[in-house]
């Protein structure tokens, strides 16, 4: 178990580019879920899935954010036409089942400045 | 409906004790608590389920008063590896879906 793994753990963009993050969870867990952070703040949910199914998504996210978890495997995140307020950790946690029982198991992040 | 941590930020010596709080205005499925240091990502702690148990974990514990909607996290003779920032996440009755985090309580332990 190598825990969860994110890619790459910083981006710097340009405003208006496209950037995609990529998350493997732990290999046993079918839910994957993205959270963003900014400093001082507590995790912010974007969206999660069960296996390969998109289960939510929050109301706050742009159409400019999309998530895949093909095959219930890894995930990415992608953001077109990135804006500076897009600045953020970006927090991927997976864990075994339902959040009411279980834990989530966090990776290290990607950090993404817009310039 | 983000729950609310309670104090912001302590300061502690070594030893000492402090109590985190977690309240929710929505009534609460469990509770989880967090733990994460300064670059790193937030490391899980311990999850309690609506019922009023008591959870422990080392010197570390907490509690859900479901009649409140509140948990307490309880440190108890803390240590430097204590100091972070501890956070709350909430699932509400009916939702097994994400969770819900507050803002967060920094803590700092002092020799």
């Known amino acids: 178990d190598t825990g969860v793994s994110q890619d790459p753990r910083h981006k710097i963009t340009k405003r208006g580019q496209n950037v995609t993050f990529r998350c493997d969870p732990i290999?046993?867990?079918?839910?994957l879920y993205w959270y963003r952070q900014t400093l001082g703040q507590g995790p912010e949910f974007l969206t999660y899935?069960?296996?390969?199914?998109?289960?939510?998504k929050s109301r706050l996210l742009s159409d400019r954010f999309s998530a895949e978890r093909p095959k219930g495997s890894f995930s990415t995140l992608e953001i077109q036409r990135t804006e500076q307020g897009d600045s953020a950790m970006y927090l991927c946690?997976?864990?075994?089942?339902?959040?009411?029982?279980?834990?989530?198991?966090f990776g290290s992040g990607t950090r993404l400045t817009v310039v | 409906q983000q729950p609310v941590q309670s104090p912001q930020a302590v300061i502690l010596r070594e030893g000492e004790d402090a109590v985190i709080n977690c309240s929710s205005s929505?009534?609460?499925?469990?509770v989880h608590w967090y733990r994460q240091k300064h670059g790193e990502a937030p490391v899980f702690l311990m999850i309690?389920?609506?019922?009023?148990e008591q959870k422990g974990h080392d010197k570390i514990s907490a509690s859900f008063n479901e009649k409140k909607q509140q948990s307490s996290l309880y440190l108890t003779a803390s240590q430097l590896s204590y100091s972070g920032t501890y956070f709350c996440?909430?699932?509400?009755?009916?939702?097994?879906?994400?969770?819900?985090f507050g803002k967060g309580t920094k803590l700092s332990v002092k020799p």
């Open positions: 290999s046993e867990h079918n839910r």
């Open positions: 309690l389920l609506k019922g009023g």
């Open positions: 929505k009534a609460l499925y469990s």
């Open positions: 946690a997976s864990s075994l089942e339902s959040t009411v029982y279980y834990g989530y198991t």
């Open positions: 996440g909430t699932v509400h009755g009916g939702s097994q879906g994400n969770l819900i």
């Open positions: 899935f069960q296996n390969e199914a998109q289960l939510e």
